[in-house]
């Protein structure tokens, strides 16, 4: 499981701006309680990305730490910049901003 497979497809989509409307459109389409986690697996290998359940698992994981406080040294430094710079900086963030961090939720998605 590798929680660089996800950043390397986030950052796709960043860079990317017909990638990124093609993917938002997808999980825009999904039923308001659907899990976009199969949605977002079949998009990512369908374009090429190595993306796995258990990195997505990894991924959701390393923010919910996040979110608690929970990282050691060396994940702080991965999550602020390593996977594309989505966290911005190592300041606390609002609660607010964490709860959007949530990939297990379609607005997560929509909102890179």
Known sequence: ?????????????????ALKQRFQSSIA???????PAPHI????????HALE????????????????????????DKVNGGIGGIFGSARPCPDVVWQRLDPSK???????
């Open 1 to 17: 499981m590798s929680v660089e497979n996800v950043g390397g497809f986030i950052q796709a989509l960043q860079q990317d701006a």
């Open 29 to 35: 389409a999904l039923p308001q309680d659907a899990d």
């Open 41 to 48: 697996l079949a998009f990512a290998q369908a374009e090429g």
């Open 53 to 76: 359940s258990s990195d997505l698992a990894a991924f959701d994981d390393l923010l919910t730490r996040a979110r608690n406080d929970q990282l050691t040294d060396a994940e702080l």
């Open 106 to 112: 379609p607005e997560f998605w929509l909102g890179l």
